[in-house]
């Protein structure tokens, strides 16, 4: 059975860092993409970034520059570095992993961005 779970959320000030972290699991052999997504308050969830199995990223463009994607393929998990963070990053940082054509989501982790 394949799992998702995220890691990394919290309380942090505008301005701060935030490293969430992505483990997928299940005895697949490859993923075809592992995507960052996020649902604000009151918001339509949104695509933060992604990557596919070929190492190849995107990115929301608002957010280019602020976040990053990694990826330990060893360990089938992604990354997403977020800095100089504002109160509207405010939101359930979710992890999605395809495969197969398959989806498959974590249950989120939580970013606050509060003075």
């Known amino acids: 059975q394949v799992q998702v779970v995220e890691s990394g959320g919290g309380l942090v000030q505008p301005g701060g860092s935030l490293r969430l972290s992505c483990a997928a699991s299940?005895?697949?052999?490859?993923?075809?993409?592992m995507n960052w997504y996020r649902q604000g308050p009151g918001k339509q969830r949104e695509l933060v970034a992604g990557m596919a199995i070929g190492g190849a990223t995107q990115y929301a463009d608002s957010l280019k520059g602020r976040f990053t994607i990694s990826r330990d393929g060893a360990k089938n998990a992604v990354y997403l570095q977020m800095n100089s963070l504002k109160s509207e990053d405010t939101a359930i940082y979710l992890c999605?992993?395809?495969?197969?054509?398959?989806?498959?989501w974590g249950q989120g982790t939580q970013v606050t961005v509060s003075s």
């Open positions: 299940g005895g697949f052999r490859r993923f075809d993409s």
């Open positions: 999605n992993l395809n495969v197969l054509g398959m989806a498959f």
